[in-house]
């Protein structure tokens, strides 16, 4: 009798530790998922990958750190109408529920640097945007010339910088071309600063520039004045980035 006891004990015992183990995956899953990207503050991780086809997400913890847990995401991102294999590879620290991405894989290609990975995340940014107007789309894939930051895209820094950000169009009567307004608050030295930020947007030609800005209720169309709104965006945006991710 105490040997069937002792063999239910047992056998009870190996079909708990799979159950906390994977109660355990699923929270640590859970925690990237919820998250968000330095660069995309307001979208979900979970948000941000729906583009993604197939989408599986796997993890398990560090052998020698039990709270450090090593996250992936495997799925399939399109790119101009091609299937690419990308796997995301996600560090996850559970004491204090703070990760960061090691690297990402697409098509058997490794990226590891900062704009690599943020170029990627662009991408699916903008697959979000699929249902978007096509000039708000030309103006949020765009760059601005003199940015320090190059590499990002409008809309990852007015993603970033601005706080309820919105997107308008209006039609400006001349064949192919739109106003595109983008307006929010921008925290700038703890203070919120309700802004706006007109384009005149060519959709033939993919091209854009800053036709109007108003920062607290103030407008302005001087050329002097748009280049300081654009280089405090960018100021506020190297505030705010921090790591890319």
């Known amino acids: 009798m105490k040997r069937l006891s002792l063999g239910f004990m047992l056998f009870f015992v190996a079909l708990c ?21 330095t660069i995309y503050p307001d979208i979900t991780v979970d948000r941000l990958f729906s583009p993604m086809t197939g989408l599986e997400w ?26 690419l294999p990308t796997t995301f590879f996600f560090r996850l620290d559970t004491q204090t529920a703070s990760w960061r991405v090691e690297r990402v894989v697409v098509a058997g ?14 991408y699916l940014q903008m697959a979000q945007d699929k249902d978007l107007h096509p000039a708000i789309k ?14 990002a895209t409008v809309g990852r820094m007015f993603d970033t910088v601005f706080a309820g950000l ?30 706006k930020v007109t384009f005149d947007v060519d959709v033939s030609r993919e091209t ?38």
């Not at 799979?18 to 859970?30: F, H, K």
């Not at 030309?138 to 590499?151: L, N, T, W």
């Not at 307006?183 to 802004?195: C, I, Q, Y």
Request: hydrophobic share 35%; aromatic share 10%.
């Open 138 to 151: 030309c103006v949020r894939s765009g760059f601005f010339s003199d940015s320090q930051y190059s590499s």
């Open 109 to 122: 290609i490794e990226s590891l640097s900062a704009n690599d990975v943020g170029e990627i995340l662009d």
């Open 166 to 195: 919105k997107w308008s169009v209006k039609d400006s009567g001349r064949r192919h071309r739109f106003y595109v307004t983008a307006s929010g608050e921008m925290a700038h030295n703890g203070v919120a600063l309700p802004a």
């Open 58 to 83: 796997t993890a398990r913890p560090d052998n020698r750190k039990p709270h450090i847990w090593y996250v992936r995401a495997d799925g399939m991102m399109t790119v101009e109408g091609v299937p």
């Open 17 to 37: 530790l799979p159950a906390q183990e994977t109660g355990e995956e699923e929270r640590c899953i859970d925690i990237i998922r919820s998250g968000a990207f």
């Open 208 to 245: 854009w520039q800053i036709c109007e800005i108003e920062l607290m209720g103030s407008r302005s169309s001087s050329a002097w004045e748009i280049a300081e709104m654009v280089d405090l965006i960018d100021s506020v945006y190297f505030e705010k980035s921090g790591d890319y991710f």
